[in-house]
């Protein structure tokens, strides 16, 4: 049996890093990765979200998705129908996000920049993902976690994107792709990817998802408010804007 760590790390992003058709009202891809110690994940996180969703739903099937929340679609259209019920259900989802032990990294690809810049432009996935492993490993080894295996769980986008995702994942994992000015050895920090089915109903990746476009915007729009962003800022441990 490998030696595991003591972090899980949940990947989430925000906009789609496509450079065909970019959305002038969002021109960015970003990409998130938030890590939890396993022991605070299994004794805080997880009860924290389940005891959310049995006081406003009445069972734990329930997955928060920052989308649904902020157009209050089914299961939170109840949302629409009374504004203190829905003060305090954000409330409580603030005060999770707030107490929640966990850090992240989160890289930002402008990609009309990016394309403007590069006549071959990288998939901004790829630049993204690469930036939050170098940052990933580097702590990893900070934290003593040198040698042992680390999972990072991303949710399933369908087999073929998986299967692209997963090698290029290990492509640097194994050092066969390193850019800017400092290669980072991955080989101290063994990483392995973790491919989930959007309904597997993790805490982890919802946490990341109520995370990944207020990070997104706060590139966008750095001056406008953005309260979601501020709960979590002093958790946000590397903020990467490219190019």
Known sequence: MPDFSDYIVFAD???????????????????????FEKKAYANEIEPAFRRLKFKYFGHDAAVLHEREIRKQEPPFAFLRQDAALREAFMADVNVIMTDARFHAYCAVIDKLKHKARYADPWNPYEIAMQFCMEKLSNRLVVDRQRGRLTHVLFEGRGREEDRQLELEFRR????????????????????????????????????SDLIARPLALRAIKPDQPNRAFDIVANRIWDFKVFP
């Open 13 to 35: 992003e925000s906009g789609d890093h496509g450079l065909v058709s970019i959305d002038p009202q969002f021109p960015v891809f970003a990409l998130v990765f938030c890590v």
């Open 172 to 207: 640097v994992a194994a050092n066969g792709k390193q850019w800017g000015w400092r290669a980072v050895d991955f080989t101290r920090t063994p990483l392995e990817p973790v491919f989930v089915p959007k309904a597997a109903n993790l805490a982890g990746h919802q946490l």
